[in-house]
């Protein structure tokens, strides 16, 4: 069964400071993966979407993702936070025919002042 | 245009009862997904809807049933709650064919008591 895995569950950084994010999937097929932000209080969005081409995606709110085929990861990364970007952070991979989203667990971030 | 919405936004129910959780799709959209986040976890795909008829269920069991009405709106039923039913439940709708742009709603936050 295709999977995904998140590696850090709780992440606290200081603003400016830069953010990795891993994510892990399992799945031998063509994948298409998301980066999906939840803000406190707030829907789940979408952040950013890999379908295929270009491997560094670019999201909102200067947000951007690789995606490396060879380790089967799509880390999200920016180079500097802000405060505001305290939320959760989901990866999910399409599968099930391309109608199924299979999420990580998360990572819940945390931004200080 | 208009987001996606689900009712009620709280629920508390008892162990052995049974739940409606309702979802209003996005303007233009026809198909609706059901998630489940349970505390500390990603979302997990239940099923998906579209023209009326399930179309993809992930691994929960029958008592987890759903309905699409012709004007795209979707319910969620739940019969035989038990506690491990708690949990915020999402609703994402999309185009036909376009899962991988899915709008979630704020979700149902289900307690089961």
Redesign the interface.
Known sequence: AQSVSQHNHHVILSEAASLELGCNYSYGGTVNLFWYVQYPGQHLQLLLKYFSGDPLVKGIKGFEAEFIKSKFSFNLRKPSVQWSDTAEYFCAVLTGGGNKLTFGTGTQLKVEL | ET??TQSPTHLIKTRGQQVTLRCSSQSGHN?V?W?QQAL??????IF?YYREEE??R?NFPPRFSGLQFPNYSSELNVNALELDDSALY?C?SSLW?T????Y????TRLTVT
Request: no cysteine; charged share 5%; proline share 8%.
């Open positions: 987001g996606v198909t997904s998630y500390g976890q990603g979302p997990q795909f998906q179309n993809g992930g999402l994402a064919g899962s991988y742009e899915q979630f709603g704020p979700g």
